[in-house]
């Protein structure tokens, strides 16, 4: 055989063990990656279980309950009197008009807004 036809059968060769190389190196090249992502996601349920579990101990202790109970839904034991303290920024607006205010009935929001603006 001639060089010419010894070295179109080597890149050939070449060639051909490049395309059978490069599907399953860029199938493992992709799995590793998803592989990585997926171990990073258990590690963070694995935290989160952690936290869960954590809570769920305390929660097995019943002062702790009464505690949350207390707090959250503001139970009282019997003969206590409970006091809740409103501050000004935590009342809701009052949907009723003050006193002296005429309450605007069937007006539309832009004629709401022009009276708003030009202060009629």
Known sequence: ??????????AIVVCALAFTIAVPLRTYLSQRTEVREQQAQQAQLQQEVAQLQGRKAELSDPAQIEAE??????YVKPGE??????L?????P??????GQQPVVGSSWYEN???QVSGG
Do not use: G
Not at 4 to 10: C, E, L, N
Not at 81 to 86: L, S
Not at 88 to 92: G, S
Not at 94 to 99: F, G, L, N, R
């Open 1 to 10: 055989m001639s060089t010419t036809r010894r070295a179109a059968v080597v």
């Open 69 to 74: 109970a207390r707090r959250r839904l503001r």
């Open 81 to 86: 009197t409970p006091y809740i303290v409103q």
């Open 88 to 92: 000004p920024e935590d009342k809701a």
């Open 94 to 99: 009052d949907a009723a008009p003050q006193p």
């Open 113 to 115: 807004l022009w009276n």
